[in-house]
């Protein structure tokens, strides 16, 4: 499966991204879960957002809930991130997971151990 992201990039505290991540038409059927991760420099890779394709069912880690909004376009194939009210901390590199089976927990979505498929990320800097 290719995932491919875009839209990261540098910003002040408080802006808005978008990110968006596409997959192969073919595989993007049988992904039942797409998610959002990130990684900061000397950190591990951590989960931000994950949508259930089945249900539409999503779910936050606490550090972004009101600020994020994952979403998908079924007819292009992509799933997005929308960013507001962006911080300093929420600078990193930004990855795209997607995986065949379909999660209903947070502690079992947002974990990256959980997905076998990712794209090569997008940086995203917040810095005033």
């Known amino acids: 499966v290719q995932l491919v992201e875009s839209g990261g990039g540098l910003v002040q505290p408080g802006d808005s991204l978008r990110l968006s991540c596409t997959a192969s038409?073919?595989?993007?059927?049988?992904?039942?879960?797409m998610g959002w991760f990130r990684q900061a420099p000397g950190k591990e890779r951590e989960g931000v957002s994950f949508?259930?394709?089945?249900?539409?069912?999503?779910y936050y880690a606490d550090s972004v809930k009101h600020r994020f909004t994952i979403s998908a376009d079924n007819a292009k194939n992509t799933v997005y991130l929308e960013m507001t009210s962006l911080r300093p901390e929420d600078t990193g590199v930004y990855f795209c997971?997607?995986?065949?089976?379909?999660?209903?927990?947070?502690?079992?979505?947002?974990?990256?151990?959980?997905?076998?498929?990712w794209g090569q990320g997008t940086q995203v800097s917040v810095s005033s």
């Open positions: 038409q073919s595989a993007f059927y049988n992904l039942y879960t």
């Open positions: 949508l259930n394709m089945r249900d539409t069912s999503t």
């Open positions: 997971g997607a995986d065949p089976r379909a999660y209903y927990s947070p502690i079992v979505g947002l974990d990256p151990r959980n997905y076998n498929n």
